[in-house]
């Protein structure tokens, strides 16, 4: 059983052999730095994250493969095309109101939305290798705030809700548009909707502001996905549980990274919710702590193991405290514990 047979089967709640050996996102720069003193070939290249232009590599020949990750590329669309300024500050805005919006909409949105010739060459190594395909599109909550910035964009919710649809009524119109053509190309085998809409005490925005400005776009976009025989995915930091019924009403099947500094409890998820598709979930504050420490987290974690519709990883990046070698038995412990 290849890579991608285990995605396509986990997400459809069917046997496999054992879990897909994955990483939520790219290590922190500081865990890289760490390792590399540690043992880690300073040349060996950390690309899970696929770059535009570059040559596509055996997976085997970067460092998740020499670390015993599955073969797998994470490709990102973004809405902000190639000449589109960047906000002055982290957090910052690009934008304030729907003036600048119209100002500046003609450097968003960008056709061709990826390098299609780069794309082809990450279908061909999924077809020949099993290279899996891990894809990131910009949600109707991070595409706002992307443009506002964080506290503009909440306050947006009160002062210009009309400018949060129409960015969103466009940012929907480019998926309708470009969606399709790269799907052409490659379906990926995993989908995140990023957004980012929770903090660790809950979501930042109301039920009645999600159904007013999130809600209907979600609606059409999940349907398009589900079309091509995707499984909608949020991505959200914090505590997401409260916004969980929500998803379902939109159409989204699955939702991480599942912080447990935040609360989340994936097992109470997974009896509340059986049919929900999950990713993350372990604890990455467990990873110094070696094998005691992060056996007691694994056992936690078995029932949901046990019972499909989950992609272990950790709950967010792997921290700089964790050691190389606490890292290599991390994955000794995963193959113990995800092997059927």
């Not at 909707?193 to 999600?210: T, V």
Request: aromatic share 12%.
């Amino acid at each position: 059983m290849d890579n991608k047979e285990r995605i396509k089967n986990v997400l459809e709640f069917k046997p496999v052999d054992r879990l897909p050996a994955l990483e939520w996102g790219p290590w922190w720069n500081k865990t890289m730095d760490r390792w590399r003193t540690e043992g880690i070939n300073s040349s060996t290249p950390d690309i899970l994250w696929a770059k535009p232009g570059m040559e596509v590599t055996s997976a085997a020949a970067d460092i998740g493969g020499v670390l015993g990750l599955d073969p797998f590329r994470v490709v990102w669309l973004a809405i902000n095309g190639p000449d589109c300024p960047h906000p002055q500050a982290e957090g910052g805005g690009i934008i304030s109101n729907v003036t600048d919006y119209h100002k500046i909409k003609p450097l968003l949105y960008p056709e061709p939305a990826f390098d299609l010739n780069y794309l082809k060459k990450l279908s061909i190594a999924g077809r020949t290798d099993g290279m899996a395909l891990w894809m990131w599109i910009e949600g109707f909550f991070w595409g706002p705030r992307k443009l506002l910035g964080i506290e503009p964009h909440l306050y947006a919710f009160y002062d210009q809700p009309e400018l949060l649809e129409e960015i969103n009524a466009d940012l929907l119109a480019y998926y309708q548009r470009v969606l399709p053509q790269l799907f052409d190309i490659f379906t990926p085998d995993i989908l995140l909707i990023a957004e980012d809409l929770s903090y660790n005490h809950g979501p930042m925005l109301s039920k009645d502001s999600f159904d007013r400005v999130m809600a209907p776009y979600y609606k059409v976009l999940t349907k398009l996905l589900k079309s091509y025989g995707i499984h909608p995915m949020m991505d959200s930091d914090g505590d997401i549980t409260q916004v969980i019924p929500w998803l379902y009403e939109v159409g989204v099947e699955g939702l991480g990274p599942l912080e447990r500094m935040a609360g989340v409890d994936v097992v109470k998820i997974r009896q509340q919710y059986p049919d929900i598709l999950l990713l993350g979930g372990f604890d990455k504050t467990t990873m110094h702590s070696g094998e005691a420490g992060m056996r007691l987290e694994f056992e936690r974690l078995l029932p949901v193991i046990k019972s499909g519709g989950y992609l272990l990883t950790v709950d967010h990046q792997t921290p700089p405290e964790c050691s190389l070698s606490n890292y290599q038995l991390y994955r000794k412990l995963f193959l113990e514990y995800a092997t059927f």
